[in-house]
């Protein structure tokens, strides 16, 4: 679990991204981003490069292939953890059957930001509807 210290700073981070516009595979504060970008901006604010390049992906890849991208680059590069906490990285799945395609960051106990299809980033509540879609949780590495 990231310090408090770093939990706080994920969280100032997170903050200063919403009403960023969305923009598919973007990630550029205050220009636009996707969920991945957002994501994305944090790691980049917190190690200042990425871990890794990005691959183009179109905006319906998760419907073409059952392929687990987002989920296996999410435990590549961040720790998972059994219960999210204030600065988790959540990954959801739209239903039960269907791969991991989008995600958000926890910044508070009852909500997360994300980046999603026709709005900014923004905050929604962290209620039964997005708990039931959760398909993990993760938390960004220690900086050393």
């Given at each position: 679990?990231?310090?408090?210290?770093?939990?706080?700073?994920?969280?100032?981070?997170?903050?200063?991204?919403?009403?960023?516009?969305?923009?598919h595979?973007?990630?550029?504060?205050?220009?636009?981003?996707?969920?991945?970008?957002?994501?994305?901006?944090?790691?980049?604010?917190?190690?200042?490069?990425?871990?890794?390049?990005?691959?183009?992906?179109?905006p319906?890849?998760?419907?073409?292939g059952?392929s687990?991208?987002?989920?296996?680059a999410?435990?590549?590069?961040?720790?998972?953890v059994?219960?999210?906490?204030?600065a988790?990285?959540?990954?959801?799945?739209?239903?039960?059957?269907?791969?991991?395609k989008?995600?958000?960051?926890?910044?508070?106990?009852?909500?997360?930001?994300?980046?999603?299809?026709?709005?900014s980033?923004?905050?929604?509540?962290?209620?039964?509807w997005?708990k039931?879609?959760?398909?993990g949780?993760?938390?960004?590495?220690?900086?050393?």
């Open positions: 679990m990231p310090t408090s210290d770093l939990s706080g700073q994920i969280v100032e981070e997170v903050k200063s991204w919403v009403g960023t516009p969305y923009r595979q973007a990630s550029v504060k205050g220009a636009g981003c996707d969920c991945l970008g957002l994501v994305r901006g944090v790691w980049r604010s917190l190690y200042d490069e990425e871990p890794a390049p990005l691959p183009v992906y179109s319906d890849w998760a419907e073409r059952q687990e991208l987002l989920k296996e999410a435990e590549q590069f961040l720790l998972p059994n219960a999210p906490k204030i988790s990285v959540l990954l959801f799945r739209m239903d039960a059957t269907s791969p991991v989008h995600c958000g960051i926890l910044i508070n106990q009852h909500e997360f930001a994300h980046a999603y299809w026709g709005r980033v923004s905050c929604s509540a962290y209620g039964r997005w039931s879609r959760l398909a949780a993760y938390n960004f590495p220690e900086i050393e």
